[in-house]
């Protein structure tokens, strides 16, 4: 039986299909991320207090750990961040009275959202997540150690005082910082954000990250991130 108007119609649009499924597997390959020497991941606060039964968990925090230990091995270089508070720390609703977590108040350099007690130094809560397996980490920096600052990111405190990261990243001839960790919405955020604004190409690896999430602020962190010029995938696109 010879072709319809319709069988050839259907062809047509099937070859195109066939095409266009072509052609986005081969964008796909070509934006695979092939990492050396000039990059650096950066393995943000998984620590105890920030996993699930911690006293600030973010949720499905524990999930990030799988996808940090595969990532890990990929890069020639990991830092890793820690925080590292003191008791008392200013960024505890704790320290303030009638003041609840995750509330704010005024502190010298901004408004600061206040937290449940957390990372207390030296304290379980603080350490590194024992299911973490990266040996080959060069440099934990810690951060939010003094008490009436607070640092979410890896290179300035919350006040802009600079914790030396960029000169050290600098120093060694790093061009691009790739973040994970937790959380998202607050210290990858920032960390990401100061990665650019320090003169490095900035990448959040998003399924290696979760976030809080508290008032809308993970959609107001990933369009500040990408108003910054962060660039946001997933670890499938580094080879």
Known sequence: ?????????RRAALGVLSITIAAAAAH???????VGDNDVLIVVDVQNDFLPGGSLA????????????TLAKKFAHVIMT???????????ASSHSGKKP???TALRYGTQVLWPDHCVQG?????LADALD????????????????????AFNEADRRPTGLAG???ERGFKRVFCAGLATDFCVAWTAQDARRAGFDAIVIEDASRGIDTQGSLAAAWEAMGKAGVQRITSAAIA
Do not use: C
Request: hydrophobic share 30%; no cysteine; net charge negative.
């Open 82 to 92: 820690q925080d590292w508070h003191t008791p008392s720390h200013a960024s505890f």
């Open 1 to 9: 039986m010879p072709d319809t108007g319709v069988d050839i119609t």
């Open 168 to 170: 050290y990243l600098k």
């Open 58 to 69: 973010v949720p499905h925090g524990d999930e990030v750990i799988a996808p940090i230990n």
């Open 123 to 127: 304290s379980h809560g603080a350490a």
């Open 134 to 153: 990266i040996p080959k980490a060069e440099l934990i920096i810690r951060k939010g150690y003094r008490v009436d600052t607070d640092s979410y990111s």
């Open 28 to 34: 796909g390959e070509e934006t695979k991320m092939h």
């Open 102 to 104: 995750f509330e704010t």
